[in-house]
Antibody
Framework: EVQLVESGGGLVKPGGSLRLSCAASGFTFSAYSMNWVRQAPGKGLEWVSSISGYSSYIYHADSLRGRFSISRDNAKNSLFLQMNSLRAEDTAVYYC??????????????WGQGTLVTVSS | QSVLTQPPSASGTPGQRVTISCSGSSSNIGGNAVNWYQQLPGTAPRVLIYSDSRRPSGVPGRFSGSKSGTSASLAISGLQSEDEADYYCEAWDDSLNGRVFGGGTTLIVL
C-alpha cells in the first residue's frame, strides 16, 4: 500500500525557514517523480515543485523559485521541501504527492494527508 | 488568478448529469494531458480522471472526462450526494514549465 507521510510543518515567523519532509513507502521510490502541492486556507490547489526520480529534472513554480527548493533522498525514501524567507502568504497545507510515472508530467496518483505551515508573528 | 479557468460552482439534483468545464490555452490543455482531482470536505485530493479521459481503478464509471482543443470537461452522471466536493483540473504548461491547476469548482447536490 502506498503511503506518504508529511512532517515538519508548524508555526514560523515571517522571514524564517522550514524544512518539510515526506516519508514514502509501498512503492519503488526512485522510479517515480514526486511533487509538492499547497493549499492556502479556504483556497484552491497550487503546485509548488516537482522532481524526477534521480533528481535530474527539477521544476519550481515561478513565484516561489529562489525561496523554495525541492530535493529527495532515494536511500531513505524521502522527499524534502526547503522553504526560506517565508511570508504570511505561504501559510497553507502542504501536500506531498507521487506522480504516476518517472515523468514529472505524469498525474499525481497518490497524496499525503498534508502538513500545515503557518507563517505569523 | 488561475491559468486554467473553471466555474466556481455547479449544482444538480440526485440522478442528474452535471458537467464542469476547464478552459486553458495551447501551452497547457491544447498540448498536454488533463487530469481531474476530487477533494471531499476535510480530506486530501484524489485523482479522478487522468490523461484526459482515463479512470483509475476504484473510480466509478459515472465519472468521465473529455477534451477538445484548449478546453476539457468532467461529467458526472447519476449524481449522488457523496459527490459533493471540490473538483480541480490540472495540466502541464509548456510556457511556465510547470503544473497548473484550475481554481476549482464546488459541486453542490441539491
Amino acid at each position: 500500500e502506498v503511503q506518504l507521510v508529511e512532517s515538519g510543518g508548524g508555526l514560523v515567523k515571517p522571514g524564517g525557514s522550514l524544512r518539510l519532509s515526506c516519508a514514502a513507502s509501498g512503492f519503488t521510490f526512485s522510479a517515480y517523480s514526486m511533487n509538492w502541492v499547497r493549499q492556502a486556507p479556504g483556497k484552491g490547489l497550487e503546485w509548488v515543485s516537482s522532481i524526477s526520480g534521480y533528481s535530474s529534472y527539477i521544476y519550481h513554480a515561478d513565484s516561489l523559485r529562489g525561496r523554495f527548493s525541492i530535493s529527495r533522498d532515494n536511500a531513505k525514501n524521502s522527499l524534502f521541501l526547503q522553504m526560506n524567507s517565508l511570508r504570511a502568504e505561504d501559510t497553507a497545507v502542504y501536500y506531498c504527492t507521487k506522480s504516476g510515472g518517472a515523468n514529472p508530467l505524469a498525474p499525481q496518483d497518490y497524496w499525503g494527508q498534508g502538513t500545515l505551515v503557518t507563517v505569523s508573528s | 488568478q488561475s491559468v486554467l479557468t473553471q466555474p466556481p460552482s455547479a449544482s444538480g439534483t440526485p440522478g442528474q448529469r452535471v458537467t464542469i468545464s476547464c478552459s486553458g490555452s495551447s501551452s497547457n490543455i491544447g498540448g498536454n494531458a488533463v487530469n481531474w482531482y476530487q477533494q471531499l470536505p476535510g480530506t486530501a485530493p484524489r485523482v479522478l480522471i487522468y490523461s484526459d479521459s482515463r479512470r483509475p481503478s476504484g473510480v466509478p464509471g459515472r465519472f468521465s472526462g473529455s477534451k477538445s482543443g484548449t478546453s476539457a470537461s468532467l461529467a458526472i452522471s447519476g449524481l449522488q450526494s457523496e459527490d459533493e466536493a471540490d473538483y480541480y483540473c490540472e495540466a502541464w504548461d509548456d510556457s511556465l514549465n510547470g503544473r497548473v491547476f484550475g481554481g476549482g469548482t464546488t459541486l453542490i447536490v441539491l
